[in-house]
């Protein structure tokens, strides 16, 4: 549309405007608020700007300009429903944002009318409270959380929390280049817990170190998880990663250069699908180690089938599995392994499959050394068996290979693998 045409154009709306006796219809412009001061109340204060953006559907953006910290004496809450930015305004240094000491479950932040909220160089640390709470409601649809060059930690909770109970809200989370260290709780963790889905991505970011767990995303309704983690580290905390979905729904995992080493408490990550979804886990050069439970577990128990493709894993000293596939209902385990290590492990790899379904096992490339166990793989019901495990070695294990078919007899297939072995096989047949 040129010029002119646009111009009588709008000339014509609004005199058809007049004619029906409306208004053209109002446009709210963004604005913005600057934070100059670090005191925890009054003009260019941070409580003072929330207030202002809580109040005004127009302000999306905060940009903290305080050269100190700011102190708050209690939480700030946040109750607009439009999306809103919190921004550190220098490249160099981060917004720090401190205090709150005393006060039982608390948060530096809460978001608590259904916006979406994005945290950009800003840091949280120093308080007894947890750093950002976000909560979801009914009709609240999808809330989004990104943060990008943050840090979160020495916090007496969790540095964010995303928390729905029983409604249909769903939350998407995003961190770059971010840092959740050092908590009294968790780094991250994400609760879904009805009907709608919980999307976690991370990239570049560091989850530890914390009391409890570096990330814990949990649903127990019939929507979907889905996590996406590269390049970051889980590592220092009770537990590494931990995943639960508990009904319908699928959990969907993929893993690009992570580690989660040193976990105290369980396992460095944990993958857990409760129901009648799918377990779908995809990694690449993943690296657990000396973990006071096992490595990496994951664990379909349910009608769900449990798929696995990993590759350059690396599953050292961990106290029990290095690397656990487990289904243990009616659907099937299909899992892929290639290039992968278990050593000092009380179990290297093992590979299970409970109920009725099929188990079937690919293991390419891959070493397992200096367990107590190497491999074990299991069919216990009426499902068929069907292991591959080629160019793939067993050395200096207490106990090289146990397989086991309860129903049909399975089938194990060791082409060029010369060391794998030795072998304690019931009912399963060795090929060739």
């Known amino acids: 549309m040129n010029r002119a045409v646009g111009v009588v154009v709008a000339a014509a709306v609004a005199a058809l405007a007049v004619a029906l006796g409306t208004s053209a219809p109002r446009v709210v412009e963004a604005a913005s608020v600057a934070v100059t001061s670090s005191a925890d109340s009054g003009p260019g204060s941070f409580r003072q700007a929330v207030l202002d953006a809580s109040g005004n559907a127009g302000i999306n953006l905060i940009v903290l300009k ?82 990008t060059r943050s840090t979160f930690h020495d916090l007496g909770l969790s540095g964010i929390r995303l928390a729905d109970a029983f409604t249909d809200a769903s939350f998407t989370f995003s961190a770059a280049l971010s840092h959740f260290d050092d908590n009294g709780l968790n780094g991250v963790e994400v609760f879904e817990l009805d009907a709608g889905q919980a999307r976690v991505s991370v990239n570049g970011s560091s989850f530890d ?65 409760i129901d009648s979804g799918n377990l779908m886990l995809a990694g690449s050069v993943v690296v657990v180690n000396g973990g006071f439970g096992s490595g990496l577990a994951a664990v379909e128990l349910g009608e769900g089938d449990l798929v696995g493709r990993l590759t350059g894993v690396q599953v050292r000293d961990n106290s029990q599995t290095g690397l656990a596939l487990l289904e243990l209902d009616s659907g099937k385990l299909d899992a892929a392994v290639s290039w992968s290590i278990a050593d000092g492990n009380e179990v290297g790899f093992s590979f299970g499959e409970g109920g009725e379904g099929d188990l079937s096992v690919l293991v390419f490339g891959s070493t397992a050394s200096h367990n107590e166990l190497g491999f074990a793989l299991g069919e216990t019901d009426d499902g068929a068996f069907n292991a591959r495990m080629l160019v793939t070695t067993s050395l200096l294990n207490d106990a090289g290979v146990e397989a086991e078919a309860i129903g049909d007899p399975g089938m194990l297939d060791r082409t060029g693998s010369p060391l794998l072995g030795p072998f304690n096989l019931t009912n399963v047949n060795l090929v060739p």
């Not at 160089?121 to 959380?145: K, L, P, W």
């Open 66 to 147: 305080n050269g100190q910290p700011i102190t708050l004496n209690s939480p700030v809450e946040y109750t607009g429903a439009q999306a809103l930015t919190i921004q550190g305004d220098s490249f160099l240094v981060n917004r720090v944002i401190q205090g709150v000491h005393g006060p039982d479950e608390c948060y530096l932040l809460r978001s608590s009318g259904g916006a979406d909220l994005t945290l950009t160089r800003v840091t949280m640390q120093d308080s007894d409270c947890g750093g950002v709470e976000v909560t979801g409601g009914n009709g609240f649809g999808e809330i989004v959380v990104t943060v």
């Open 209 to 273: 170190r914390n009391a409890f767990e570096g990330l814990h995303i949990e649903e127990t309704g019939e929507g979907d998880v889905t996590l996406r983690a590269g390049t970051s580290s889980f590592s220092g905390n009770g537990h590494g990663i931990v995943v639960q979905e508990a009904d319908t729904g699928n959990l969907d995992v993929g893993l690009t250069s992570v580690q989660a080493n040193g976990s105290r408490s369980r396992s460095g990550i944990e993958l857990t699908e």
